[in-house]
């Protein structure tokens, strides 16, 4: 089973507060990159693997999906959802995805932001998305940067210019990573570029784009914080198709 750090109080409240939480999609610099990877979405059944709160999931539907079924293990999450959702044709669901079952060609498109990093069994996941979806359906997602999971311990250092530095540890050893983010002890699972294209390539599926974000300079205009994603990248975006 997936550590369930969402419905941890003290992690929950602060994640609750970060900008892409309060503001949704807009709060999400990778945004656009990631709209610009997903494919049309008329009459499409959508499933959005770790929903959160689902903002991408009624997004979808804004941009006429069929249906869309949210999944996530968290039930504040799901919760928080349903709340905020009046949509029939949006279903959200607790689920594990370490151990997820879905039915065999069910789905157009399999979306996911930044949960992946989360499951220590990615090779049984993407084996379950692939007979999920349609011949020719998508899979769309978003993942913690290996670089930036492998650099973000130890801390940065201030270089001989006074930028911050962040050294890369054990990038080619993969496996369980643990961090402090709003609580203590969460953990993620690093793998390294090769090995997460790799996997869905061996599943059958057919890489379509790779995307390493990093921030315009118009974003970081708007909010300056952002520079620092240039030093490393932040987020890996993939698209992929049956």
């Known amino acids: 089973m997936a550590q369930n750090i969402y419905d941890n109080p003290d992690f929950f409240a602060g994640y609750s507060r970060i900008p892409r939480q309060v503001r949704g999609l807009d709060g999400a610099p990778e945004w656009p990159a ?3 990877m997903l494919p049309a979405l008329s009459g499409k059944r959508v499933v959005d693997l770790g929903c959160g709160f689902g903002w991408a999931s009624r997004w979808m539907r804004e941009q006429g999906a069929a249906s869309v079924l949210g999944l996530d293990l968290s039930e504040n ?4 959802a349903r709340a ?4 029939p044709a949006v279903e959200y669901r ?3 995805l370490e151990v997820l079952d879905l039915p065999k060609a069910a789905f157009d498109l399999a979306y996911s932001a930044l ?3 989360y499951i220590g069994d990615f090779d049984r996941l993407v084996r379950v998305l692939h007979q999920a979806l349609v011949p020719g359906g998508h899979l769309v997602f978003t993942i913690e940067h290996p670089i930036f999971m492998a650099a973000i311990h130890p801390h940065w250092f201030a270089d001989e210019d006074g930028r911050k530095t962040w050294p890369v540890n054990r990038y080619s050893v993969e496996g369980e990573r643990r961090t402090d983010w709003f609580a203590k002890g969460v953990i993620k699972h690093h793998r390294t570029i090769g090995t997460t294209l790799n996997t869905l390539i061996r ?3 057919e890489i379509l784009g790779v995307e390493e974000f ?3 300079r ?3 205009a708007q909010t300056p914080e952002l520079a620092e994603e240039l030093e490393r990248p932040m987020m890996l975006l993939v698209s992929a198709r049956r």
């Open 77 to 80: 999450m799901i919760g928080r």
């Open 84 to 87: 905020d959702t009046r949509d």
């Open 34 to 36: 990631i709209r610009a």
């Open 218 to 220: 118009q974003q970081i």
């Open 203 to 205: 599943a059958g599926f």
């Open 115 to 117: 949960t992946f990093h």
């Open 94 to 96: 607790i689920a594990d």
């Open 214 to 216: 990093a921030p315009s």
